[in-house]
């Protein structure tokens, strides 16, 4: 598509007992690195730290948020799935599961944290949320993944009246991979256009 690009392994998704800071530091860390004006890209939980980065970080011109967990101060992507007002098959799935029904259980979360580190290690990063939402000040797309079963498309609805503009998109949690041509032309695009819709 010719736009230059960079990718951020977040320490959460590589070692489970990673924090939110540490995801936030490696954000921070590849826009530096880059060094000039740029628009970034959350997908599910990455929305948190994304959220928490692009409040101060100057770099940051133009956010998407695809499928992902557009957090404001005070949520996190466990009370968000939580909040969903339409819940898909996998969420009904898992919260008739014992697991699940403790992990979606948000004022019972730390005791099922300090119980099991296995909980804790995987459910931590899931239940922090971002000191302050860059959203709030950076333009922003949010890209609808309306055959979506982890966040349903009435939550992303919801979370996209947060954004500039609102894009949807006939794709699953993974349309990344399954529908990579049509997010790369949407990313493209918005990118060309220095970051303005």
């Known amino acids: 598509m010719g ?3 960079a990718t951020v392994s977040l320490p ?3 070692q ?9 530091a490696a954000i921070e860390d590849g826009l530096a690195a880059i060094g000039r004006p740029t628009l970034v890209v959350a997908h599910s939980y990455a929305g948190v730290p994304v959220s928490q980065v692009s409040a101060s970080n100057p770099l940051t011109v133009r956010l998407i948020f695809i499928s992902a967990a557009m957090a404001d101060v005070g949520e996190s992507t466990l009370s968000l799935l939580a909040s969903d007002p339409d819940p ?3 969420l009904r799935f898992l919260t008739g599961t014992r697991f699940g029904t403790r992990l979606l259980d948000l004022a019972g979360i730390r005791a099922t944290i300090r119980r099991r580190r296995d909980v804790r290690d995987e459910v931590f990063v899931l239940a922090a949320s971002p000191s302050a939402a860059g959203w709030r000040r ?3 797309t ?5 055959r979506d079963l982890l966040f349903s498309a009435a939550l992303q609805r919801r979370l996209a009246r947060r954004a500039t503009e609102t894009v949807e998109v006939a794709g699953h949690h993974v349309a990344v991979w399954f529908k990579a041509r049509t997010i ?3 990313i493209a695009e918005r990118a060309r256009n220095g970051g303005d819709i």
């Not at 949010?142 to 309306?146: E, G, S």
């Open 184 to 186: 790369a032309t949407l």
């Open 88 to 90: 898909s098959r996998w």
């Open 138 to 140: 950076v333009p922003s």
């Open 3 to 5: 736009i230059e690009s």
């Open 142 to 146: 949010y890209v609808v993944l309306t």
């Open 12 to 14: 959460s998704q590589i």
């Open 16 to 24: 489970v007992s990673a924090a939110l800071a540490a995801d936030v």
